[in-house]
């Protein structure tokens, strides 16, 4: 079966390196089979504001329904984005607060305090751009935008396993290295087919 891949691009600007390497991406996705659908949150016209958390339900604007579809569709998903102030963008997080409800990506129990993994069974590639060298955000931060997305978010509704690209930093990067940024994201669309395939 061939691989479904949903590409999420993160960045509220219609046109960044994570736009990119989203590109790259998907070119490595399909040039091994994949079936591939993609969305940008630049595109996205909501709400951001889960005004009243999980007490009163607002209407799903068409395009969170579109997102939630696609999620549902893929058997692995890659989102790309900056990291900004130690997280993703805010209209970013928005999607999430917005879209990963109860009911749809996990489900809390009644009587304890577990809860079930809705999107169980779909696995997920973080490409992620930092002004910052990875190896000083590791040391002085903690990966502290990778530690937002992959337990507190991916992990808790089941998408799993996670591989994380992280490059930096991107500003004053020379071509050559934006170059090898890109056909390690290539790499990464490729590997994700390819493993989705046999699975």
Sequence with gaps: MPARIFIWVGHPRATSLSHGLADAFQQGAEANGAEVRRMHLSDMDFDPDLTEGYHARKTLEPCLEAWRENTSWANHVCWAYPQWWGGMPAKMKGVIDRAFL????????????????????????????????????????????????????LKFVGIRPMRFLQVGPVKGAKEKTIANWLKKAEARGAAAAKRRARA
């Excluded at 696995?123 to 935008?145: E, G, K, N």
């Design 102 to 153: 109860p009911g749809y990506a996990m489900q809390y129990h009644e009587k304890d305090p577990f809860w079930d993994r809705l999107l169980a069974g779909r696995s997920a590639d973080v490409l992620m751009t930092s002004d910052a060298p990875p190896l000083f955000d590791q040391i002085s931060y903690s990966r502290a935008a990778k530690m937002q997305v992959q337990k507190p978010v």
